[in-house]
């Protein structure tokens, strides 16, 4: 059989970066080609220890470049595109929604279209649980009606439907799967567990929203990788899958969990107003993927333990990222210093 290749755009963000560690830790004979544009958010040093596999290749590039993405595709022939790439932080979208729609719709329909006239074996879109919108009570299943309210998960919905059409419309084989929040090693910090890790780490504040009992569900990035592969190789063409951590915490218990975790004090912790529209609660129906087969291997506050000793272990990585514009979006987001 000859060598997969694997065409992952958004590969050196957050869990781009850790699905193709895991793809290397998995298989020997596979070819990895990422194409990501390096926002702020993308960071080629999150994959540092991969670099210089001669089974991988890097490649600065926009996925709405419909150059750029077309020479990717003639050039290595992807067999599956895993497609992570994506503005992905909600405060963000709030105040500047114009890159979210770009790349999380229109990005997608360049990646859609390439497959389309030059071929794919599996078109895998990340979505998000947040396609759904808030919920007080139960959990989404897959055929739960959408309804986004914010402009990221608006953008994400709308690269969520539209690579179920060319399914629909045209037989591509694309499977979308939507994960609830991850956590875990090489996760921007400006994201709620990195965020309030490294703060914490300092002896900074650390700013939290209204009453803190918004509620998301967490799931541990390394199970998430493993459930993208899994629904790659085992998922129906066409299908929607919900990945869920079976982890519920209001925000205020996750926040006492790493203080205590790193022995810090809750006086801490600052209240800062709402985030405008902010969703209540979070919550995944997984019956679908768990019937499937998958099985999530971490435990929650072990998985904990592990990512904040990463943090702690890796303030080379982190600190630097804490400067300049950071600081600038912090300051008028949180209305205060960092
Ligand atoms: N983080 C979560 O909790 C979570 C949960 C569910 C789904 N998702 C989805 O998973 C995916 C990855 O999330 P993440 O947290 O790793 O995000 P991230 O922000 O850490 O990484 C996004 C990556 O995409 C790249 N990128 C952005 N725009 C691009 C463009 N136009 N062309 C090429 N590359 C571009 C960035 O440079 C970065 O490397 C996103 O699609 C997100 O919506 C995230």
Redesign the pocket.
């Known amino acids: 059989m000859s060598k997969k290749i694997y065409l992952i ?8 970066s850790n699905y193709i560690r895991y793809l290397f830790k998995r298989y020997k004979d596979i070819m990895i080609v990422n ?5 702020y ?3 080629t040093a999150n994959l540092k220890d991969i670099e210089s596999s001669e089974n991988y290749i890097f490649i600065k ?4 470049d419909n150059g750029v993405v077309n020479k990717v595709f003639r050039e290595y022939h992807p067999d599956y595109l895993i ?7 909600v405060d963000r979208s709030i105040g500047n929604p114009d890159d979210f729609i ?2 999380d719709i229109f ?1 997608v329909y360049i990646l859609l279209e390439a497959s389309k006239e030059l071929g794919i074996e599996r078109f895998i879109q ?4 947040e396609v759904y919108g808030s919920i007080e009570k139960g959990s989404f299943t897959e055929e739960s009606s959408l309804k986004p309210s914010n402009p990221y998960s608006a953008s ?1 919905t709308g690269g969520d439907r539209l690579a179920y059409s060319y399914f629909a419309t045209y037989g591509l084989p694309v499977i979308i799967t939507r ?4 956590f875990g090693p090489y ?2 910090p400006e ?1 709620l567990i990195p965020l309030f890790v490294t703060n914490a780490l300092e002896d900074k504040q650390l700013p939290i929203y209204g009453d803190g009992r918004n509620v998301r569900d967490w799931l541990f990035v390394e199970d998430h990788c493993i459930a993208i592969e899994f629904i790659l190789q085992k998922g129906k063409v066409g299908e929607v899958y919900n990945i869920a951590g079976a982890s519920e915490k209001e925000n205020i218990q996750i926040t006492n969990h790493i203080l205590e975790l790193l022995g810090k004090s809750n006086s801490l912790i600052h209240y800062v107003a709402d985030r405008i529209g902010h969703d209540r609660r979070y919550s995944l129906d997984a019956s679908k993927l768990y019937n499937l087969g998958w099985k999530q291997e971490y435990e929650f506050g072990d998985a904990l333990k592990e990512t904040i000793q990463w943090y702690k272990e890796n303030s080379d990585w982190w600190k630097p990222l804490k400067s300049g514009e950071y600081l600038e979006f912090y300051k008028k987001h949180y209305g205060m210093e960092l």
Not at 9 to 16: K, P, Y
Not at 35 to 39: C, E, F, G
């Open positions: 755009t958004g590969g050196a963000g957050f869990i781009g194409l990501d544009k390096l926002t958010a993308g960071n590039g926009d996925i709405c497609n992570f790439a994506a503005e992905s932080h770009r790349t990005g990340i979505s998000t649980d994400k994960a609830s929040n991850n996760q921007y994201k």
